[in-house]
């Protein structure tokens, strides 16, 4: 099947933000809190790629993983990746919390109010990538342009929400919670020259591509990936692509980078495969 770009979905958010990121204009000054990229009718895949801007902290949530999901009818847990892009002096991104606890204590912190200052609020940069695995307890802070690669399926459950009026699922999530600190590292590596591995060993990979001239991916009949041009543009098959887009690759595909763009490839796995046409 040819590549696709995907539709862009624009989300209007009340922590969101009007100035956007390079790609993406904002004519109607709307608050956008999310960019994100709709799958083609009929179609189920296994992740899901969004911008976010905030200018307020998101909720404290958490995400079931695979095994629960499943047994409560869902096609699959979320894992979710951040791609820091932008990022204020003091911002800040919530990953577990500062000790452990039991889910009693997590409970009532999250309905005290006191859930604040027990997640972790780690300091975050332009250029940090975090890989957050289900049942982390996690808020992305104020201040944020990032890109989010997950699992696609729509299923959080918030445990707080600073006073805001939206429902809250506090038994669902803690129920499928750790409730201890986060000691996950990423740390982006290069396997082959253009090419940079910047999450693994989790539900899917993210890599950065920088090299000049074209080549090849081979997926094969069983996979998908993701192309995120987040700077510049180039060609795919011969069609342009451009930053603020998102393209399905499936089979095979030949790209061609703009030598000043900034682009990434996302695929389900936890390992990198060797998709590259010799």
Not at 50 to 66: A, G, M, N
Not at 233 to 252: K, Q, S
């Amino acid at each position: 099947m040819p590549s696709q770009r995907l539709k862009t979905i624009r989300v209007a958010k009340p922590w969101g933000r009007e100035t956007l990121w390079p790609g993406f204009d904002n004519p109607e000054g709307e608050r956008i809190g999310e960019i994100w990229f709709q799958a083609p009718p009929g179609a189920d895949p296994e992740l899901m790629v969004k911008y976010l801007f905030t200018s307020e902290r998101l909720s404290i949530q958490v995400h079931e993983d695979d095994a629960s999901a499943l047994a409560a009818g869902h096609a699959r847990g979320k894992d979710e990746a951040w791609i820091i892009l932008a990022a204020e002096p003091d911002s800040t991104i919530a990953l577990g919390l500062t000790h452990e606890a039991t889910q009693d204590f997590l409970r009532a912190a999250a309905l005290d109010g006191s859930i604040e200052t027990l997640v972790d609020w780690k300091p975050v940069a332009a250029g940090d990538v975090i890989y957050s695995p289900a049942r982390t307890v996690h808020a992305i802070g104020a201040g944020l342009t990032l890109i989010e690669v997950q699992q696609n399926v729509d299923l959080t459950y918030r445990l707080y929400d600073y006073g805001r009026p939206r429902e809250l699922h506090v038994d669902a999530g803690i129920a499928v919670s750790d409730p201890v600190p986060f000691t996950r590292t990423t740390t982006p590596r290069t396997v082959a020259p253009g090419r940079s591995v910047l999450t693994e060993g989790g539900k899917f990979i993210v890599e950065r591509w920088d090299w000049t001239g074209s080549r090849t991916v081979v997926l094969g009949s069983d996979r998908s990936g993701w192309l995120i041009p987040v700077l510049g543009g180039g060609l795919i098959d011969n069609a342009p692509y451009h930053a603020g887009e998102c393209w399905l690759v499936e089979g095979r595909a030949t790209i061609a980078p703009d030598p000043s763009g900034d682009l990434l490839f996302a695929y389900p796995g936890a390992a990198p495969m060797a998709i590259f046409e010799a």
